[in-house]
C-alpha cells in the first residue's frame, strides 16, 4: 500500500522556471527519498532526507522536510526540459519503504 | 560499481501462460533484493522482497511467486498468467539495511 501522496499529479512548467513538488505521509518515518522516473525506464535515486533534517541540496534539488506537517517537498531550480520525467516520494520506516503515485512533471523548451 | 540486470525489456505472453522475469544485481554481496510492479501512471505496488537467499516475503497475495536461488538473483514467476497481470515489473536492490534502493530498467508486461 502507499504512504506518501504527491502533489499535483501533473506539473507543466516553461524551461527556466522553477518546479515545487509536495509530497505529504501519514505515518512516523526513519527517512524520506525522492526518486525519477524517464518514461519505461527504471527509478533513479536523487536524494535522502532523514527524519532529523530538514533540508538538504544536491545542484539544482533541494528537499525540505517538516516531520511536525509529515511533509516534503522537492524544488528543481531552473529547470530544462530534460528534467521531464515522473518523480516520486518513498517513506521508510522499519525497513520498509512506501512509494506514492508521482508527479507527472512536464518541462517546456 | 554495482549494477543491476533485468530482462526481457518487453514482454507479451497469452492467458494462462507460465512466467519467468529474472533479475541479477553485480558488484555487491548479500544485497535486499525486491520486485515491484507498476500499474500505468501509478506508483509503485511492492509484491516481494528477499533478504538472502531462499528468503522470500509476499506483500501482496496472488498468482505470483518469487525465488532467490543465488545471492544476486532473483526470479519472479506464474504458473498461469492472468490479464490483470499486466503492467511495468521492476526489480530493485539495496544494501541490507541501509536505503536506498536501485532499480533495473523494467519489464513491460502485456496478456493477451
Known amino acids: 500500500s502507499q504512504q506518501g501522496e504527491e502533489d499535483p499529479q501533473a506539473l507543466s512548467i516553461q524551461e527556466g522556471e522553477n518546479a515545487t513538488m509536495n509530497c505529504s505521509y501519514k505515518t512516523s518515518i526513519n527517512n524520506l527519498q525522492w526518486y525519477r522516473q524517464n518514461s519505461g525506464r527504471g527509478l533513479v535515486h536523487l536524494i535522502l532526507?532523514?527524519?532529523?533534517?530538514r533540508e538538504k541540496h544536491s545542484g539544482r534539488l533541494r528537499v525540505t522536510l517538516d516531520t511536525s506537517k509529515k511533509s516534503s517537498s522537492l524544488l528543481i531550480t531552473a529547470s530544462r526540459a530534460a528534467d521531464t520525467a515522473s518523480y516520486f516520494c518513498?517513506?521508510?520506516?522499519?525497513?520498509?519503504?512506501?512509494f506514492g503515485a508521482g508527479t507527472r512533471l512536464t518541462v517546456k523548451p | 560499481s554495482q549494477t543491476i540486470h533485468q530482462w526481457p525489456a518487453t514482454l507479451v505472453q497469452p492467458v494462462g501462460s507460465p512466467l519467468s522475469l529474472e533479475c541479477t544485481v553485480e558488484g555487491t554481496s548479500n544485497p535486499n533484493l525486491y520486485w515491484y510492479r507498476q500499474a500505468a501512471g501509478r506508483g509503485l505496488q511492492l509484491l516481494f522482497y528477499s533478504v538472502g537467499i531462499g528468503q522470500i516475503s509476499s506483500e501482496v497475495p496472488q498468482n505470483l511467486s518469487a525465488s532467490r536461488p543465488q545471492d544476486r538473483q532473483f526470479i519472479l514467476s506464474s504458473k498461469k498468467l492472468l490479464l490483470s497481470d499486466s503492467g511495468f515489473y521492476l526489480c530493485?536492490?539495496?544494501?541490507?539495511?541501509?536505503?536506498?534502493?536501485?532499480f533495473g530498467d523494467g519489464t513491460r508486461l502485456s496478456i493477451l
Open positions: 532526507i532523514r527524519s532529523n533534517e
Open positions: 530493485a536492490w539495496s544494501q541490507a539495511g541501509a536505503q536506498p534502493q536501485h
Open positions: 518513498a517513506t521508510e520506516s522499519n525497513n520498509d519503504m512506501r
